[in-house]
């Protein structure tokens, strides 16, 4: 590895990968079945410091660097997919938004709510028509005395019915493009805030997608995050480090897959010996690695730099490309590895074929990505 991982960063990971092994792979398949939300196994999160690991210890939170982290989502991605996303969006946008822009009255109110996992977190960015292009957002937030009343409808918002807070982005002006987009926290019950349509998923099926309704929904003035205006920034800063998160989950699902053909290799007779004595598969164990290992290398090397407090968006953003569309590769190739069987449920790799599949898609698609990329390069004023 090109940087060394220190003993807590090490020490983080084995508790996390105990636990998840333990505790969450157990029920993973069953979730995946029922769409059971993994509400104890968050509960058990929030009491390991699981739900606010990069949040400061004053605020609750275990004040870790995103290099533990990633390390930690990266297990809980390997043991269930869909636990991890949850953890996922609110750690690295929720609870991140509220340290880099929130008051200190709203995060010693909030933030330990949320590091306790006795609320979670969702973030309400997407709407019908306006998803890769969030400056198209129509959902408007108007200020009426001490108060602002948000209408609008969110999409495919992750943990929206499960959640117990969201922050939500609307206009506060029409007129200013992305500068007149706002952030609110909504908290829940709110009488003006309704879950609308739940979608039925191909994977991650027991983490929650649903609409978010805002019919003139009321907010105190005191829970609108940041400036009037800086919605768009919190959401682009959050989806930086989100992004980070989805490299990790990436990385988890594909060494669950790459570890469950593996086994299936060593057990499997064909032709008179085990079918991990073919060379044809031994070349694809090793392409599985390898690239398992390259997306590592640039997951810990963005999330190293945000921990340097260096600009690390391409470097998300390259983390996010790359690492999404290896685990595509890895879990169908662990799926040809098991034959017919790994198109079965009575084997895991059919269900992280789909788990990971939409990780090319959430917290900004693969073009997406390239364009945030190229983008990046051609402003470079370093570059010629
Ligand atoms: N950090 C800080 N500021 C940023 C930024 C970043 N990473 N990216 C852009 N900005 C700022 C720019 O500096 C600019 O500010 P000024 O006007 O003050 O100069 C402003 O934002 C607008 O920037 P752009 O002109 O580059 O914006 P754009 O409209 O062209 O869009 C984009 C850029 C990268 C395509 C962006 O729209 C984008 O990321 N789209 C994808 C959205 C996305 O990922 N959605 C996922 C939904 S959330 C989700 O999936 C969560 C879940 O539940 C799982």
Not at 6 to 35: G, H, N, P, Y
Not at 174 to 203: Q, R, Y
Request: net charge neutral; glycine share 8%.
């Amino acid at each position: 590895m090109f940087f060394k991982l220190t003993d807590e960063q090490l020490m983080i990971q084995s508790m996390v990968r105990e636990f998840a092994r333990k505790e969450v792979a157990a029920t993973a398949a069953e979730r995946d079945k029922t769409k059971e939300f993994p509400a104890d196994n968050l509960k058990q999160m929030g009491e390991l410091g699981l739900m606010g690991m990069m949040v400061p210890v004053e605020y609750g939170g275990e004040g870790a660097d995103t290099v533990s982290y990633v390390l930690a989502l990266s297990e809980i991605a390997s043991a269930c997919a869909a636990t991890a996303v949850v953890m996922s969006v609110h750690n690295s946008i929720v609870c991140e938004s509220i340290v880099r822009y929130g008051s200190e009255e709203q995060k010693k109110r909030i933030l330990p709510r949320l590091t306790s996992a006795e609320i979670i977190g969702a973030f309400a960015l997407t709407e019908p028509h306006a998803g890769s292009d969030p400056s198209a957002q129509l959902a408007a937030a108007v200020r009426d005395g001490d108060d602002y009343v948000i209408n609008g409808t969110k999409r495919f918002i992750t943990t929206g019915e499960n959640c117990g807070m969201v922050i939500v982005t609307a206009k506060t002006d029409e007129a200013a493009g992305h500068k007149g987009i706002s952030a609110f926290m909504v908290e829940k019950p709110n009488p003006g805030l309704k879950v609308g349509h739940t979608e039925d998923k191909l994977g991650l099926r027991a983490s929650d997608t649903t609409d978010l309704n805002f019919e003139d929904c009321r907010v105190p003035a005191e829970n609108r995050l940041g400036e009037e205006g800086d919605g768009f920034k919190i959401a682009m800063k959050g989806l930086d480090g989100g992004r980070i998160g989805i490299a990790a989950q990436s990385v988890g699902v594909a060494q669950a897959a790459l570890d469950a053909a593996v086994k299936y290799a060593k057990g499997r007779d064909q032709f008179g010996q085990k079918i991990s004595k073919f060379q044809g598969l031994r070349w694809i164990i090793a392409d599985m690695a390898t690239e398992i290992e390259a997306a590592k290398q640039l997951m810990f090397s963005a999330a190293a730099m945000k921990d340097r407090g260096e600009k690390y968006t391409m470097q998300a953003s390259m983390a996010k490309l790359f690492a999404s569309e290896m685990v595509n590769r890895i879990t169908a190739k662990a799926i040809q590895m098991h034959g017919g069987y790994g198109f079965t449920s009575d084997y895991p790799v059919e269900r992280y074929y789909r788990d990971a599949r939409v990780f090319t898609i959430y917290e900004g698609t693969s073009e997406i990505q390239r364009i945030v990329i190229s983008n990046s390069i051609l402003k470079d004023k370093r570059k010629p």
